[in-house]
């Protein structure tokens, strides 16, 4: 490894930093306005605030509860939950994300201890003719994706799917999910590691095969 | 830093957590350890796997957000109402009222005076402040950046950041990187912008940066910029394509202009198309769909050109039009786009764009070698027998094993000429026969053919084996009675040569076909006055297929015992056959006539009856024994893999509807797609309603189909009349028999030809006297004499005197003339003067309703001719008598479909005349001698 390459590493290291600041700032100060918008009754000011949420919320819903349908409803209650407690909350005393998150995670809990997922496999939004496989083999590669996702603990699975698909930061996945940094790490770390270890065994397996 | 050490890190450092120290010691340790290195490698690619396949399926539902704010909204308008009604208790006193009101007009006032006071005072300033200023340096940004400013002004800043994330751009990207070196301090260039600076950078700037400002970004780029813009700002209605703005504009704000333009077309929801409707279509061409969907709702609904005639069948029962327009495009890969005109309403019209339709075309490529492919494992199976002769192979076939039998069999035929010719080709012909040239090999090789190994005349001879050669003092007589002791095998006469042929033909898409001919002629010489030749053929003698033709195995039997309620649905189908369906005639007498057969869209219909899913799927004209595709009591989900085997579709149950209220487990609300497995290959043997329908109303109206309706049905494409599944469908479903004329590909350019005539032309083909020679114009007689001459130049024109062309088209359900012994041209013409110089004239159409008139008929027409008749045939048998000549009543048959084309080239019999039939042709008589 020569100088230049160290150097190199460091500074794109700074730049995600930077931007990475520079955007969560720039996020808070427009979330606090809408916020406060939406407080004072501005629907649309109220719109864009959920739909900064809208996916996140999905995201994490499907990673408790392992299946669209349920996620789509546990969504669903959770924005409805927000908005009617929306004048209780107060500017400063938590962030929305942390409450909003805390919201999600009460309906969650709910919604799994009442019903069992009806159905894991659906088959939807595949935008269609975008690669030549076959359907057998797009079918097959999300069966095993699920089958490995549905085998991690479900906060870890959501925390995952988080920073997977959402590109949450460490730092914004732990003030919605209320934890520290430090765990969110962690669990990150042994997601992946469960992840790894199931595709060196499914290799293993179709080897054998 | 050890490996085990650097693997508890690579989890953080791939999320940017170890900063400094650490995260240069695990760098350092993965350039050098290749173990590590692939591990983080996979957690890499694990992360893009996961994103790639659940990214997709997370997409919130387009009304999710809506429906929650219609809730809450609901709510809090009940919540206002019920306060309302506790207004009077809350505020009894209205002089309470009264005062609060007078308090905030005051409080107005002394706004307005403060902000008057404070706005002079703000002037005076401005005027004591220093004319120059110093201007800072603006940073040029590159498209990317401004493109995510741009979209933070109403998105979240997150949504861009999962954007380019989502593409492995963020934090590593080309473009962010230059950002930091353009400065070439290393110093985050965001911070620079606060820094002071001189004159001359402020005016002079890198060439580079100053470059890439003026040049248009590489279509890679631009694609993934509009890939993350689309991914950041997700339309409502997501089913219409929304094109995204390409700008000739180098600065800023036209940039954010067109972006935010973008923006607010994709933010558009247009209730109209909330309205509810219901479809019971059934194979409809998606032109007349939008018509009638136009028609009920008033919204302007337009297929493209791209799919206007592509047939759909889709029943639903009060589905929101948008759902409905949704699973019209999505399913099969078309788009709708959005216009309006000025003042106006928007304006729907569905394509398909090139995009899908070049994907469609690699699929059919893909399909062709795979045919290509299986035909070669097919011929290859011949390989054990190519050192056997014709004779050994037919000895050998008569005691091989059941399996080996047909193979034997079809080898030791005319099938040993090309199956041994195949194998000794050279690459360049192997790639000639694959491209469909056809290649012939001679012993005596003519321009275009090539010389025939000499090892394989005789077993080119020896396959020919149902005509033998008696050798007379001063000539050679083919004869096809084998017992005849004077007769001796092709093979054992040395002045017969061998010629054979061999092909590889698409015969229909994604399915090759070898075929071949063997013969033998005899040049003309002193042995034959005109030549002799014999070309036998029984092909195909292999063909290959493409694995997608073979029966579909569906996506949902991987999945044995689904969790879905609704596919555990027990259903019983039972088809009926539609109306428009003509019915079958009974084959005869006393026997039932055979049941009409069902297409998928009735198969279809009867199964949305049955469950109440609502259906949407392609149609291609492929026809069902009922009792295939019925069923009774039997679990959904087995039902349709079933289906989809016996019928090569593939279905998927949707889980995504708008259906307001509807149960995410309801069958009502949830589509069923179906589309056919080889969608691809279908696509281009369909035929559109619109032609189908108006030959079909023709045939009806007319009890046959025209001669100008059967040429403009000619005009179809090679591979809409070599359809297989559509050439049924047309002749039992639609009611056009004649279209089986069509199905020999060598006849088709003579029915083609008479294209290029006018329809009071081809009347005239029709008549006694056909068509004249003079009466075309040069095209035409170009065309005619092409046909007619082939091969033997013009030595004058006087030869074409009574140059005729001549067409006989003919239905079932007359009687006409003809002589007996099988299919004879002197149906159209007589040959009335003997000898090289003679003359033959044109017998009319016999034709009539009954026996008895036709040969009437018969008779009528033939003393005029029948003096010189009886001088001619007197030259052979002088015991003949006119008596003799004349048609008889066992000359009188039942006429059946057929279309002969008959080209005439004179009245003089020096050159024969050439006439064409399906299957048969060319075919030459009558040649003076």
């Known amino acids: 490894m020569n100088g230049d390459d160290v150097q190199r590493e460091q500074i794109v290291g700074v730049q995600s930093w930077c931007l990475a600041v520079s955007e969560s700032d720039e996020r808070a100060v427009r979330e606090a306005a809408l916020l406060q918008a939406a407080q004072t009754g501005d629907l649309t000011a109220l719109d864009e605030l959920l739909a900064l949420y809208e996916r996140p919320l999905l995201v994490f819903c499907f990673g408790i509860l392992g299946q669209r349908e349920d996620a789509e409803d546990a969504a669903q209650d959770t924005m409805i939950r927000a908005l009617r407690a929306l004048p209780t909350l107060r500017q400063g005393q938590a962030s929305f994300r942390n409450w909003i998150f805390k919201i999600a995670r009460n309906v969650c809990l709910d919604r799994k201890g009442k019903r069992q997922p009806t159905e894991w496999l659906d088959e939807d939004r595949l935008a269609i003719g975008r690669e030549l496989n076959s359907p057998e083999e797009l079918a097959l590669r999300r069966l095993q994706i699920a089958d490995a996702l549905e085998r991690l603990p479900p906060p870890r699975r959501a925390v995952f799917l988080l920073r997977v698909l959402e590109g949450w930061s460490a730092e914004e996945i732990a003030t919605a999910v209320g934890w520290n940094q430090k765990r969110v790490y962690n669990e990150l770390g042994k997601a992946r590691g469960a992840l790894i270890e199931w595709r060196r065994r499914s290799a293993e397996d179709e080897a054998k095969r | ?929």
């Not at chain 2, 949704?326 to 394509?351: D, V």
């Not at chain 2, 001459?789 to 074409?800: C, M, N, Q």
């Open chain 2, 1 to 929: 830093m050890k490996c085990q050490q650097v693997r508890r890190w690579l989890s953080k450092y791939q999320d940017g957590c170890p900063s400094g120290r650490e995260a240069n010691g695990v760098a350092t340790h993965l350039r050098g350890c290749a173990e590590c290195c692939r591990m983080r490698d996979q957690m890499i690619s694990l992360d893009s796997e996961v994103r790639e396949t659940l990214g997709p399926r997370l997409e919130p539902l387009s009304h999710l957000r809506r429906c929650v704010m219609d809730h809450w909204l609901s709510e809090r308008g009940a919540a206002i109402a019920r306060r309302r009604r506790c207004y009077p208790l809350l505020w009894p006193d209205r002089a309470a009222t009264l005062f609060l009101l007078s308090l905030s007009v005051v409080a107005a006032l002394m706004t307005l005076f403060h902000h008057a006071w404070w706005q002079q005072n703000e002037q005076s300033k401005e005027q004591i402040r220093p004319i120059v200023q110093v201007v800072q340096p603006e940073r040029p940004l590159t498209a990317r950046r401004r493109l995510r400013s741009s979209i933070a002004g109403t998105h979240s800043s997150k949504y861009v950041k999962r954007g380019l994330a989502r593409r492995g751009t963020h934090g590593s990207d080309p473009l962010d990187a230059s950002e930091f070196h353009q400065h070439g301090d290393g110093r985050p260039a965001l911070h620079q912008q606060h820094l002071t600076v001189d004159d001359l950078v402020h005016w002079n700037s890198d060439p580079e940066i100053a470059t890439r400002e003026w040049t248009a970004l590489s279509v890679d780029e631009w694609d993934r910029i509009e890939a993350g813009v689309r991914q950041a700002i997700r339309a409502p209605d997501d089913f219409v394509q929304i094109p995204f703005p390409r700008l000739a504009a180098a600065s800023d704000r036209p940039i954010a202009q067109a972006v935010e333009s973008y923006k607010r077309e994709a933010a558009i929801v247009d209730p109209r198309l909330s309205r509810a409707v219901t479809c019971a279509f059934k194979a409809v061409a998606l032109s007349d769909l939008c018509d009638r969907l136009r028609t009920e709702t008033g919204i302007q609904l337009v297929a493209g050109n791209s799919v206007a005639d592509e047939k759909v069948t889709l029943y639903c029962k009060e589905m929101p039009l948008r759902s409905v327009m949704r699973q019209l495009s999505r399913p099969f890969g078309y788009a709708w786009t959005r216009s309006k005109k000025e003042g106006g309403e928007y304006r729907y019209e569905l394509l398909q764009d090139l995009r899908s339709q070049l994907l469609e075309e690699e699929l059919r490529n893909r399909d062709r070698n795979a045919a290509l492919v299986a035909l070669e494992r097919e011929i290859e199976r011949y390989r054990p027998y190519l050192e056997l002769s014709p004779n050994e192979a037919l000895a050998r076939a008569e005691r091989a094993p059941a399996a080996e039998k047909p193979l034997l069999e079809k080898y030791a035929d005319v099938g040993w000429a090309p199956i041994q010719i195949y194998f000794r080709l050279s690459p360049q012909e192997l790639a000639m026969l694959r491209a469909g040239q056809e290649l012939i090999f001679s012993e005596a090789p003519r321009p275009g053919e090539r010389q025939l190994p000499a090892d394989l005349k005789r077993g080119v001879l020896e396959c020919n084996r149902h005509y033998r050669i008696i050798r007379q003092a001063d000539r050679l007589d083919p004869t096809g009675d084998a017992n005849d002791p004077r007769a001796a095998p092709l093979a054992d006469v040395p002045e017969v040569k061998a010629k054979l042929a061999i092909m590889i033909s698409e015969s229909e898409l994604g399915q090759f076909t070898l075929r071949g001919h063997a013969g033998a002629f005899i040049e003309r010489g002193p042995h034959h006055r005109h030549g002799w030749s014999t070309f036998e053929g029984r092909p195909p003698y292999a063909v290959g297929r493409a694995p997608s033709l073979a029966l579909a195995a569906t996506e949902r039997t991987k999945s044995p015992a689904p969790r879905d309620l609704v596919l555990r649905t027990q259903v019983t189908l039972r088809p009926q056959p539609s109306s428009l369906a003509p019915q079958p005639p009974a084959t005869g007498e006393g026997s039932a006539a055979p049941e009409p057969k069902l297409t998928t869209a009735e198969v279809l219909e009867a199964l949305h009856r049955a469950t109440g899913i609502p259906i949407v799927a392609d149609f291609y004209t492929r026809l069902y024994e009922p009792k295939q595709v019925s069923a009774r009591g039997e679990p959904l989900s087995v039902l349709l893999d079933r289906l989809g085997e016996t019928m090569r579709l593939r279905w998927r149950l949707e889980g995504d509807s708008e259906a307001p209220g509807a149960t995410p487990s309801g069958a009502e609300k949830r589509w069923l797609q179906i589309r056919s497995a080889t969608y691809y290959q279908d696509r281009l043997k369909e035929v559109p309603n619109r032609l189908l329908t108006r030959w079909a109303g023709a045939r009806r109206r007319h009890g046959m189909l025209p001669l100008d309706d059967l040429v403009e049905t000619a005009g179809l494409s090679d591979t809409q009349l070599d359809g297989e599944e559509m050439r049924q469908g047309a002749v039992e479903w639609w009611g056009i028999p004649e279209w089986s004329l069509l199905r020999y590909d060598d006849f088709r350019p003579h029915v083609r030809f008479l294209a290029e005539f006018t329809p009071e032309q081809r009347r005239m083909m029709m008549s006694a006297e056909g068509l004249p020679f003079g009466k075309m114009n040069l095209a035409q007689q170009q065309g005619f004499l092409s046909y007619a001459i082939k091969g033997d130049p013009l030595r004058s024109f006087d030869e074409l005197a009574g140059a005729t062309l001549r067409v006989d088209y003919t239905q079932p359900g007359a009687f006409q003339w003809q002589k007996p012994g099988g299919f004879t041209p002197t149906r159209w013409i007589v040959r009335v003067e003997p000898g090289p110089a003679g003359r033959r004239v044109l017998i009319p159409p016999i034709r009539e309703r009954t026996r008895e008139a036709a040969l009437a008929a018969a008779r009528r027409a033939f003393p005029p001719i029948t003096p010189a008749l009886l001088a001619a045939f007197r030259q052979s048998d002088p015991t003949l008598d006119a008596d003799q000549i004349l048609p008889q009543p066992n000359q009188i048959f039942p006429t059946e479909l057929d279309l002969v084309v008959v080209y005439i080239p004179g009245t003089a019999t020096a050159r024969g005349f050439r006439w064409f039939r399906r299957g048969q042709g060319p075919l030459v008589a009558d040649q003076g001698g």
